[in-house]
Each structure stands twice: as structure tokens, then as C-alpha cells.
Nanobody
């Protein structure tokens, strides 16, 4: 059973920062695309950012310039640095690994941004 282990969520005031971490098994991390999603109450899960094994990144328009996704190939960990947080960033954030139609998901971590 593949496990993606997330950490780093919490409660923060608007304008603050949080960093999420997601540790993955090495065999997954080295060849799979890693991504962060979020799901706000009453809304569908949406892609926030993803990163290829090459380091190429992609972001949702709503987070461009505020969030940064990165990967540490020694620690087999992907990060999501979130700055200038807004109340609309509130939700459960999920780490995912994708490859050829397959996916593994983390358990999710709650991020709450107060106004």
C-alpha cells in the first residue's frame, strides 16, 4: 500500500504563510508527477500546483505568484509554500502522485485562513 504522508496544515491569519510537506516512497517519488489539490467546503477538488520529475511546475491562476511547489529528491518530499494567504485558500489540501492514469492520494491536511 502506497502512502503519501502530509503535514504542515493549520490555522493562519490572512496574509500569513504556511508550508505543506508530503513524503512519498522513493519508487513513487522518482518517476511520478507530484501535485497538490485542495477542496473547499461545498466545492469540487481542484488542482493547486504540480511538479514533474524534471522540476517543471504548473499553478492554478488563483495561486500564481503566492504559492510555490518544490521537490527534494533526497528526502523524497514535495512541498507547497503558501504565502499571502487569503480566506478563500481555506480547505483540505491533498498531496497526490500521478502516472499514466494511476494516482495515489494523501489523507489531506486542513488549512484555515481567517480574515
Amino acid at each position: 500500500q502506497v502512502q503519501l504522508v502530509e503535514s504542515g496544515g493549520g490555522l493562519v491569519q490572512a496574509g500569513g504563510s504556511l508550508r505543506l510537506s508530503c513524503a512519498a516512497p522513493e519508487m513513487i517519488f522518482r518517476i511520478w508527477r507530484m501535485a497538490w489539490y485542495r477542496q473547499a467546503p461545498g466545492k469540487q477538488r481542484e488542482l493547486v500546483a504540480d511538479i514533474l520529475t524534471t522540476g517543471k511546475t504548473k499553478y492554478a491562476d488563483s495561486v500564481k505568484g503566492r504559492f510555490t511547489i518544490s521537490r527534494d529528491n533526497v528526502k523524497n518530499t514535495v512541498y507547497l509554500q503558501m504565502n499571502s494567504l487569503k480566506p478563500e485558500d481555506t480547505g483540505v489540501y491533498y498531496c497526490a502522485a500521478h502516472r499514466k492514469g494511476d494516482a495515489y492520494w494523501g489523507q489531506g491536511t486542513q488549512v484555515t485562513v481567517s480574515s
